[in-house]
Protein backbone atom coordinates (compact mmCIF):
# COMPACT_ATOMS: atom_id res chain seq x y z
CA UNK A 1 0.00 0.00 0.00
CA UNK A 2 0.61 3.80 -0.36
CA UNK A 3 2.87 5.44 2.07
CA UNK A 4 0.20 7.81 2.69
CA UNK A 5 -3.85 6.69 2.51
CA UNK A 6 -6.61 8.67 3.64
CA UNK A 7 -9.81 7.12 5.24
CA UNK A 8 -12.53 7.43 4.58
CA UNK A 9 -12.52 7.01 0.96
CA UNK A 10 -15.17 8.81 1.01
CA UNK A 11 -17.75 10.79 3.47
CA UNK A 12 -20.41 12.78 2.47
CA UNK A 13 -22.11 14.96 5.67
CA UNK A 14 -24.44 17.97 5.99
CA UNK A 15 -23.57 21.41 6.50
CA UNK A 16 -22.66 22.88 9.60
CA UNK A 17 -21.59 18.97 10.88
CA UNK A 18 -17.74 18.43 11.28
CA UNK A 19 -16.09 16.38 9.09
CA UNK A 20 -13.05 14.03 10.12
CA UNK A 21 -10.61 12.53 7.75
CA UNK A 22 -7.57 10.54 7.95
CA UNK A 23 -4.20 9.71 6.64
CA UNK A 24 -2.03 6.99 7.73
CA UNK A 25 1.41 6.49 6.45
CA UNK A 26 4.28 4.09 6.81
CA UNK A 27 7.95 5.50 7.23
CA UNK A 28 8.91 8.07 9.52
CA UNK A 29 8.38 12.11 7.53
CA UNK A 30 10.05 15.62 8.36
CA UNK A 31 6.60 17.33 7.44
CA UNK A 32 3.21 16.40 6.77
CA UNK A 33 1.11 18.64 3.95
CA UNK A 34 -2.82 18.30 3.75
CA UNK A 35 -4.36 19.63 -0.09
CA UNK A 36 -7.71 19.93 -1.72
CA UNK A 37 -8.80 19.31 -4.81
CA UNK A 38 -12.00 20.66 -6.08
CA UNK A 39 -13.55 19.36 -8.97
CA UNK A 40 -11.47 19.35 -12.32
CA UNK A 41 -8.92 21.79 -10.56
CA UNK A 42 -5.11 22.08 -9.16
CA UNK A 43 -4.43 21.07 -5.78
CA UNK A 44 -4.41 23.93 -3.37
CA UNK A 45 -2.37 23.67 -0.01
CA UNK A 46 -4.16 23.90 3.53
CA UNK A 47 -1.41 23.26 6.05
CA UNK A 48 1.83 21.53 6.68
CA UNK A 49 2.69 20.33 10.05
CA UNK A 50 6.16 19.61 10.77
CA UNK A 51 7.40 16.22 12.28
CA UNK A 52 7.66 18.21 15.78
CA UNK A 53 4.93 19.60 15.73
CA UNK A 54 1.08 17.87 17.47
CA UNK A 55 -1.80 20.15 16.12
CA UNK A 56 -1.95 23.07 14.32
CA UNK A 57 -5.00 25.50 13.16
CA UNK A 58 -6.21 27.51 10.00
CA UNK A 59 -9.28 28.96 10.55
CA UNK A 60 -12.24 26.15 10.08
CA UNK A 61 -9.25 23.59 9.99
CA UNK A 62 -7.81 21.45 12.53
CA UNK A 63 -4.41 19.26 12.06
CA UNK A 64 -3.08 16.52 14.33
CA UNK A 65 0.01 14.80 13.94
CA UNK A 66 1.28 11.16 16.07
CA UNK A 67 4.30 9.98 14.64
CA UNK A 68 4.66 7.08 17.06
CA UNK A 69 1.12 5.68 15.28
CA UNK A 70 1.84 7.46 11.94
CA UNK A 71 -0.99 9.36 11.39
CA UNK A 72 -2.68 12.79 11.00
CA UNK A 73 -6.12 13.79 10.99
CA UNK A 74 -7.65 16.74 9.46
CA UNK A 75 -10.89 18.22 10.99
CA UNK A 76 -13.32 20.90 9.19
CA UNK A 77 -15.29 22.51 11.53
CA UNK A 78 -18.60 23.84 10.24
CA UNK A 79 -18.71 22.17 7.01
CA UNK A 80 -20.06 24.62 4.38
CA UNK A 81 -21.43 23.13 1.05
CA UNK A 82 -18.24 25.04 -0.35
CA UNK A 83 -16.13 22.74 1.18
CA UNK A 84 -17.12 19.43 -0.90
CA UNK A 85 -13.18 18.82 -2.46
CA UNK A 86 -11.56 16.09 -2.77
CA UNK A 87 -8.76 15.86 0.33
CA UNK A 88 -4.87 14.70 -0.29
CA UNK A 89 -2.26 14.04 2.70
CA UNK A 90 1.14 14.02 1.31
CA UNK A 91 3.94 13.40 3.20
CA UNK A 92 8.03 14.52 2.80
CA UNK A 93 10.04 11.46 3.71
CA UNK A 94 13.13 12.97 3.23
CA UNK A 95 13.88 11.53 -0.18
CA UNK A 96 13.39 14.49 -2.07
CA UNK A 97 9.62 14.22 -3.48
CA UNK A 98 6.21 14.66 -1.68
CA UNK A 99 4.11 11.16 -1.67
CA UNK A 100 0.37 12.09 -2.25
CA UNK A 101 -2.11 9.56 -0.74
CA UNK A 102 -5.28 8.43 -3.01
CA UNK A 103 -7.59 11.19 -0.87
CA UNK A 104 -10.72 11.35 0.66
CA UNK A 105 -13.68 12.64 -1.33
CA UNK A 106 -15.99 14.65 1.02
CA UNK A 107 -19.51 15.42 0.10
CA UNK A 108 -21.22 18.48 2.03
CA UNK A 109 -24.93 18.44 1.43
CA UNK A 110 -26.86 21.76 1.87
CA UNK B 1 0.39 37.90 -10.98
CA UNK B 2 -1.18 34.72 -12.33
CA UNK B 3 0.16 31.58 -9.85
CA UNK B 4 0.97 28.53 -12.33
CA UNK B 5 -0.03 28.13 -15.51
CA UNK B 6 -0.28 25.38 -18.12
CA UNK B 7 -1.17 24.73 -21.33
CA UNK B 8 -2.80 23.43 -23.33
CA UNK B 9 -6.18 22.62 -21.07
CA UNK B 10 -6.90 19.57 -22.92
CA UNK B 11 -5.28 17.40 -25.50
CA UNK B 12 -6.00 14.74 -27.37
CA UNK B 13 -3.38 12.62 -29.24
CA UNK B 14 -3.04 9.70 -31.66
CA UNK B 15 -0.91 6.85 -29.93
CA UNK B 16 2.57 7.66 -31.31
CA UNK B 17 2.00 10.93 -31.78
CA UNK B 18 4.70 13.94 -29.73
CA UNK B 19 3.55 16.73 -27.16
CA UNK B 20 4.81 19.28 -25.23
CA UNK B 21 3.05 20.40 -21.98
CA UNK B 22 4.11 23.87 -21.05
CA UNK B 23 3.91 25.40 -17.41
CA UNK B 24 5.07 28.50 -16.53
CA UNK B 25 4.94 30.61 -12.67
CA UNK B 26 5.55 34.21 -11.44
CA UNK B 27 6.14 33.41 -8.02
CA UNK B 28 10.12 33.58 -8.26
CA UNK B 29 10.24 29.24 -6.91
CA UNK B 30 13.27 28.06 -7.26
CA UNK B 31 11.47 24.53 -7.34
CA UNK B 32 8.71 22.87 -9.90
CA UNK B 33 7.94 19.87 -10.51
CA UNK B 34 5.17 17.50 -13.32
CA UNK B 35 2.63 15.25 -11.59
CA UNK B 36 0.26 12.94 -13.23
CA UNK B 37 -3.52 12.04 -11.49
CA UNK B 38 -4.94 9.08 -11.99
CA UNK B 39 -8.43 8.29 -11.87
CA UNK B 40 -9.22 7.85 -8.22
CA UNK B 41 -5.45 8.11 -7.40
CA UNK B 42 -3.48 10.56 -5.91
CA UNK B 43 -0.66 12.36 -7.30
CA UNK B 44 2.91 10.93 -8.98
CA UNK B 45 5.64 12.57 -9.37
CA UNK B 46 6.67 12.12 -13.03
CA UNK B 47 9.84 15.10 -12.98
CA UNK B 48 10.98 17.51 -10.73
CA UNK B 49 13.57 20.86 -11.47
CA UNK B 50 14.96 22.16 -7.99
CA UNK B 51 16.57 24.68 -9.48
CA UNK B 52 17.38 26.31 -12.60
CA UNK B 53 19.28 24.19 -14.83
CA UNK B 54 18.93 20.66 -13.29
CA UNK B 55 15.88 18.23 -13.24
CA UNK B 56 15.67 14.50 -11.71
CA UNK B 57 13.71 12.01 -12.20
CA UNK B 58 10.50 11.03 -10.08
CA UNK B 59 8.63 8.14 -9.51
CA UNK B 60 7.55 7.78 -12.80
CA UNK B 61 9.71 9.18 -15.28
CA UNK B 62 9.48 6.26 -18.15
CA UNK B 63 8.39 8.10 -21.64
CA UNK B 64 9.05 11.76 -20.14
CA UNK B 65 11.55 14.19 -20.86
CA UNK B 66 11.62 17.37 -19.46
CA UNK B 67 13.61 20.98 -19.72
CA UNK B 68 13.72 23.63 -17.29
CA UNK B 69 14.30 26.23 -20.16
CA UNK B 70 14.62 29.32 -17.22
CA UNK B 71 13.41 29.87 -13.84
CA UNK B 72 9.96 30.79 -14.75
CA UNK B 73 9.04 27.94 -17.30
CA UNK B 74 9.66 24.21 -17.12
CA UNK B 75 8.43 21.82 -19.48
CA UNK B 76 7.25 18.28 -20.08
CA UNK B 77 7.57 16.46 -23.38
CA UNK B 78 6.14 12.86 -24.03
CA UNK B 79 8.15 11.94 -27.69
CA UNK B 80 5.70 8.94 -28.48
CA UNK B 81 2.43 8.72 -26.99
CA UNK B 82 1.13 5.68 -25.45
CA UNK B 83 -2.20 4.81 -24.05
CA UNK B 84 -1.58 4.12 -20.77
CA UNK B 85 -0.28 8.21 -20.70
CA UNK B 86 -3.66 8.96 -20.49
CA UNK B 87 -3.88 11.31 -17.44
CA UNK B 88 -4.49 14.62 -16.02
CA UNK B 89 -0.93 16.20 -15.64
CA UNK B 90 -0.29 18.91 -12.95
CA UNK B 91 2.77 21.28 -12.91
CA UNK B 92 3.55 22.59 -9.52
CA UNK B 93 6.30 25.33 -8.22
CA UNK B 94 7.60 25.67 -4.65
CA UNK B 95 10.06 27.32 -2.60
CA UNK B 96 13.50 25.83 -1.94
CA UNK B 97 12.72 22.34 -1.58
CA UNK B 98 9.70 19.86 -1.18
CA UNK B 99 9.59 20.68 2.92
CA UNK B 100 8.13 23.85 1.25
CA UNK B 101 4.49 24.69 0.53
CA UNK B 102 3.58 23.94 -3.46
CA UNK B 103 1.39 25.96 -6.05
CA UNK B 104 -0.51 23.78 -8.10
CA UNK B 105 -1.19 24.29 -12.04
CA UNK B 106 -4.50 23.86 -13.22
CA UNK B 107 -3.70 20.80 -15.14
CA UNK B 108 -3.72 19.46 -18.48
CA UNK B 109 -6.55 16.36 -19.26
CA UNK B 110 -4.45 14.02 -21.73
CA UNK B 111 -6.09 11.70 -23.70
CA UNK B 112 -4.02 9.14 -25.89
CA UNK B 113 -6.29 6.97 -28.49
Known amino acids: SQQGEEDPQALSIQEGENATMNCSYKTSINNLQWYRQNSGRGLVHLIL?????REKHSGRLRVTLDTSKKSSSLLITASRAADTASYFCATDTGRRALTFGSGTRLQVQP | NAGVTQTPKFQVLKTGQSMTLQCAQDMNHNSMYWYRQDPGMGLRLIYYSASEGTTDKGEVPNGYNVSRLNKREFSLRLESAAPSQTSVYFCASGGRDFTDTQYFGPGTRLTVL
Open chain 1, 49 to 53: IRSNE
